[in-house]
């Protein structure tokens, strides 16, 4: 069992938007602005997309976005693309060790 | 750009020691952490541990007694030994750099199987 809660999968339409919750608790998610997600095709490592709760890497497309209220971080990805379908992967800063934490993955899938 | 090789890993017998490498391509090695992180199946994500330039490591207290991360400034690269390994321990292990509490870019991940 993960330490952060994800959705199983999601689903869109091309064009569409979708978000993507991620819970922890006030340990966490609720007590650090150290949030961040990660994109993963199969069979391929995974890949930064946004880092510091809203930050996005140099590279990644501004159709990601994040954001946290409370004990729950979310990713929206709008305009949704069929190289968008993956896993995405949520991580905080914990206070108590481990100090860093991740998420059970969401599969997003682009009908 | 920063590029992460790693190589090891491949199949093992239960009590047998894990380890892998990871070298650093076209970045600086000592303003950055560096990170092993694995994947399996049932567990998703875990982060091991890392160490910084100057040798200080920091490793998840469920491994802990189990696994050292090395480095060779030198070389420009890092290791990750677990000994004792079990089924438990199968997994997709991944070498990363870590900035503050995020972790980019990543190497391309090595697979280890834990099977008598």
């Known amino acids: 069992q993960s330490a952060l809660t994800q959705p199983a999968s999601v689903s869109g339409s091309p064009g569409q938007s979708i978000t993507i919750s991620c819970t922890g608790t006030t340990s966490d998610i609720g007590d650090s602005n150290f949030v961040s997600w990660y994109r993963q095709h199969p069979d391929k490592a995974p890949k930064l997309i946004i880092f510091d709760v809203y930050s996005r890497p140099s590279g990644i497309s501004n159709r990601f976005s994040g954001s946290k209220s409370g004990n729950t971080a979310s990713l929206a990805i709008s305009g949704l693309q069929t190289e968008d379908e993956a896993d995405y992967y949520c991580s905080s800063y914990s206070s108590s060790a481990p100090h860093v934490i991740f998420g059970g993955g969401t599969k997003l899938t682009v009908l | 750009q920063v590029q992460l090789q790693q190589w090891g890993g491949s199949l093992l017998k239960p009590s047998e020691t894990l380890s892998l490498t990871c070298v650093v391509y076209?970045?600086?090695?000592?303003?950055?952490?560096w990170s092993w992180i694995r994947q399996s199946p049932g567990k998703g994500l875990e982060w091991i541990g890392d160490i910084n330039h100057r040798g200080d490591t920091n490793y998840t207290p469920s491994l802990k007694s189990r696994v050292a991360i090395f480095l060779d400034t030198s070389m420009k690269r890092f290791s990750l030994r677990l000994s004792s390994v079990a089924a438990t321990d199968t997994a997709i292990y991944y070498c990363?750099?870590?900035?503050?509490?995020?972790?980019?870019?990543w190497g391309q991940g090595a697979l280890v199987t834990v099977s008598s």
């Open positions: 990363a750099r870590r900035q503050s509490h995020w972790f980019d870019p």
């Open positions: 076209d970045g600086s090695f000592n303003d950055y952490s």
